[in-house]
Structures are given as structure tokens and as C-alpha cells.
T-cell receptor, first 112, second 111 residues
Framework: DSGVTQTPKHLITATGQRVTLRCSPR?????VYWYQQSLDQGLQFLIQ???????AKGNILERFSAQQFPDLHSELNLSSLELGDSALYFC???????????FGPGTRLTVL | TQLLEQSPQFLSIQEGENLTVYCNSS?????LQWYRQEPGEGPVLLVT?????EVKKLKRLTFQFGDARKDSSLHITAAQPGDTGLYLC???????????FGPGTRLSVLP
């Protein structure tokens, strides 16, 4: 158990819908990362927050957004969902902005 | 283009065999990490290497960082079915930069 929690574990929805994925970092960690993992794309970095502020942005679509709240938990919002958005979404946290990352168990999103 | 390449992409072996997987780049990294990811779970950190030529051992796993800090290898001795998973390497080019992940090697150890 890494100490990072993610909810929900599974999510099934339809195309065009909007969903929110939630992540709670390890106690004391200030940085949160979001990744998308699909079979053909590997682990793709989406975005990073550090102490409430966006720190780095990767291959995140405009339909996706994220934020980190004052209590340091983070949410990833996915809207206008497409079939190709079906994937595992992982959250990771680290103590500092560029420290070792500890991954949560992931949320499996299925878009039908 | 991937900053980090991993080979082989897939590997299926029998229990008890030895294997080596590789992580390569044309870039120099200040540090490199190896993760193992089991099906349906998040990646778990195995080791971090920071010095060129460094060798670290974790039970039956031996990790080596290349002298030039551009590549790394993971050697598993007497593989067991529990070693099955996706092995990911991740590198940080400079101190203060995020780690970038390679595409992974998917290992299957058959009993």
C-alpha cells in the first residue's frame, strides 16, 4: 500500500459524459501527478500540481482539467468523453516537486 | 519519439530462467528509477540509481546504471511467477526535473 488513494476504482460511462476522478496523496506529500495508461500508449504524464499550483503539464487534452485543493487532494475532470478515453488513470504523489513518486491503485475508466 | 527506450517489449520465460531487460536513451540522466507494475495495480518503485556504473541488488534483482548514465539494465536471476509484470524505467535528466517514463517491458514468467 503506497498510501495514495484513488476513487472510484472502476467507472463506466457513456460517450459525451463528464466524470471526476479523485486522488488523496500520501500524508505529507505536497505534489500530485496524474497519468493515463492505455495498452497502446504506455504511461502518459498528464499534469502535475505542487502545493495547489500547476507545476508541469504533459499530454493533457483540452477536454481534461485538474486541480489540487488546499487539503492537497486532487481531482481530474474528464469531459465530452470519447471511446478512446477508456484507460487506467493513475495518481502519484511525492514529498517535493521532483521527488520519488508513489502511485495509487488507479481508476479504470470505461467509456461505452 | 520516446526519450527512454526499453527492450524487449515483451518477454515470456520459464520459471527458473535468468533474464535481462534494458532501458536506453541518447540523453544523460542524473538519476534513473525502475518500477514494477502488476496487472490492475499502480507501479511500485524498485530502485533508484544515481551514479554512473552503480550496481544495486535487491534479492534476485540486479540493477546497473551505465557508466555514461544513458542506459540501465535489470537482471533477474532464477525468475519466479511472482516476477510477472510490467517493468518501467523512469529517468530525470537534471536535478529538479520530473521523471519521464519509458514504455516498459512486459514480463511473463510461466510456472
Amino acid at each position: 500500500d503506497s498510501g495514495v488513494t484513488q476513487t472510484p476504482k472502476h467507472l463506466i460511462t457513456a460517450t459525451g459524459q463528464r466524470v471526476t476522478l479523485r486522488c488523496s496523496p500520501r500524508s505529507g506529500d505536497l505534489s500530485v501527478y496524474w497519468y493515463q495508461q492505455s495498452l497502446d500508449q504506455g504511461l502518459q504524464f498528464l499534469i502535475q500540481y505542487y502545493n495547489g499550483e500547476e507545476r508541469a503539464k504533459g499530454n493533457i487534452l483540452e477536454r481534461f482539467s485538474a486541480q489540487q485543493f488546499p487539503d492537497l487532494h486532487s481531482e481530474l475532470n474528464l469531459s465530452s468523453l470519447e471511446l478512446g478515453d477508456s484507460a487506467l488513470y493513475f495518481c502519484a504523489s511525492s514529498l517535493a516537486a521532483t521527488d520519488t513518486q508513489y502511485f495509487g491503485p488507479g481508476t479504470r475508466l470505461t467509456v461505452l | 519519439t520516446q526519450l527512454l527506450e526499453q527492450s524487449p517489449q515483451f518477454l515470456s520465460i520459464q520459471e527458473g530462467e535468468n533474464l535481462t531487460v534494458y532501458c536506453n536513451s541518447s540523453s544523460v540522466f542524473s538519476s534513473l528509477q525502475w518500477y514494477r507494475q502488476e496487472p490492475g495495480e499502480g507501479p511500485v518503485l524498485l530502485v533508484t540509481v544515481v551514479t554512473g556504473g552503480e550496481v544495486k541488488k535487491l534479492k534476485r534483482l540486479t540493477f546497473q546504471f551505465g557508466d555514461a548514465r544513458k542506459d540501465s539494465s535489470l537482471h533477474i536471476t532464477a525468475a519466479q511467477p511472482g516476477d510477472t509484470g510490467l517493468y518501467l524505467c523512469a529517468g530525470a535528466r537534471n536535478y529538479g526535473q520530473n521523471f519521464v517514463f519509458g514504455p516498459g517491458t512486459r514480463l511473463s514468467v510461466l510456472p
